[in-house]
């Protein structure tokens, strides 16, 4: 993607606007005003930021663009939504095709489950070689979101950035479920993808466990182990989220030393598919994301020190009471920074 600003052109601004929803949603909107080439493929459009209470959920939003400096609003198409982590979150029929004037709907692949924290979305379109150089502009301006009181659970995973080879029941990643306000909800199974790049393989990673992260001896799912694609972790226990609150688990495995170093793993949550119902009445719950549901592991040098059978913070081999937690991350720092240096890695900051 370039997106490239014309001689005498202004420098990169940002014009904030922000909107009120039903149910307590707000929406502000963060748009490009800079000038984009022509024959552009996915040229940022901007920012919206939603933020609502625990218990509701969003639909879909519209947004209305408008052309500037000879540029026309057919100028773009194949536009999308993106999460904070480059994840296309309208694929498929939510795909928004052409723009036209007014509002357009982007509805979101899976209701976008809100929890109280803000989550951001980048709007991206493709812009012919039919756009003026030099001079076009496209400006975004998110309305009032369809929101719906929401009968699902927000889910979401957080990985490591990193994990040392050699590893055994090390935290890969976090999962995070948050209760809608009106109900207690019943998780029986997680439905978890890998894939695997680098010379990295599913076989790599053994003992593959769910974890409840408040009791770090639970085990809640027997032994298994990824064979790439999607393995359907069934909770032995069905974990029972409390209205209104979270539960956090742990996905825990025994990283093999025969992994290459730089070769990753990555995992995918999708919400939709987890099995959950809602506790008082037994009826199905169609849970929505609730932040991040995918992310990328790069595996580092051997593991120093560690327990086994206990998990610990994510990408830290376990250590028990935890006191050498310190510096075995500063020298997981520091062998990161010597055999990757000048690469850039995406996390979750919460």
Known sequence: MKSLIGAGALSLLFIAGSVAAQSGVSITSNPVTA???????????????????????????????????????????????????????????????????????????????????????TVRCDVSSAAPVGTSTFTMNAGTPNVSASQQLAVSLDTAPSVPRGSQDVTLANITLSADTAMNVRVSSLPISLSTGGGATPALLTDCRIRDASDLTTVLTGSINPSGGTTVFALATPSVVLSGTEQTLNLTCDVSAASPIGGTFSFVITPSTVGAVNVATGAAITPGSGGFTSGTIIVSGEAIGGTPGLPGTPGIPNTGAGGAAAGILLALIAAMASVFAGATYLRRTA
């Not at 939603?50 to 609003?73: E, F, M, Q, R």
């Not at 198409?77 to 999460?83: E, G, I, K």
């Not at 498929?92 to 007014?102: E, K």
């Open 35 to 121: 000038v984009i080439s022509p024959n552009t493929s996915q040229a940022s459009l901007g920012t919206f930021t939603i933020t609502g209470p625990l218990g509701t959920s969003v639909n879909s939003v519209p947004l209305t663009i408008t052309a500037g400096g000879g540029a026309t609003v057919g100028n773009l198409s194949n536009c999308r939504l993106y999460d904070a982590v480059g994840n296309s979150v309208t694929t498929g029929a939510n795909v928004v095709g052409s723009i036209g004037a007014g509002a357009n709907t982007f509805a979101f692949n899976s209701p976008v489950a809100l929890t109280g924290n803000s989550v951001t979305y």
